[in-house]
């Protein structure tokens, strides 16, 4: 059984910071790309940022380029999503999910977290 467990989300002002983890058990680790996307209600799930399973090749939004960063540690399957200069747009829930290959789109990823909750105030 796959399981995606994502954390660090909370209540922050524009221009903070917060780092979402996202800790994988069961068949996901290193050898999965994984992704972050994030989404608003009533809107489809957004693409933020993806890694390979090397950790050598990253994509992400061009809303998110140059404030967030992505990252993994496979020997503790853990995928991390810094980011900084934080703006109220950013607001949503965001989840990881891992998949064959590095992605924009979501229906690339097979295995997503349950999300946690970013809200950044103005």
């Known amino acids: 059984q796959e399981l995606l467990v994502e954390s660090g989300g909370g209540l922050v002002q524009a221009g903070d910071s917060l780092r979402l983890s996202c800790v994988a058990s069961?068949?996901?680790?290193?050898?999965?790309?994984m992704g972050w996307f994030r989404q608003t209600p009533g809107k489809d799930r957004e693409f933020v940022a993806a890694?390979?399973?090397?950790?050598?090749?990253?994509l992400y939004a061009d809303s998110v380029k140059g404030r967030f960063t992505i990252s993994r540690d496979n020997r503790k399957n853990t995928v991390l999503l810094q980011m900084n200069s934080l703006k109220p747009d950013d607001t949503a829930v965001y989840y990881c999910?891992?998949?064959?290959?590095?992605?924009?789109?979501?229906?690339?990823?097979?295995?997503w977290g349950q999300g946690t909750q970013v809200t950044v105030s103005s």
């Open positions: 999910a891992t998949g064959v290959t590095i992605s924009r789109r979501p229906v690339s990823y097979a295995y």
């Open positions: 890694i390979s399973w090397s950790g050598v090749s990253a």
């Open positions: 069961g068949r996901t680790g290193s050898s999965y790309a």
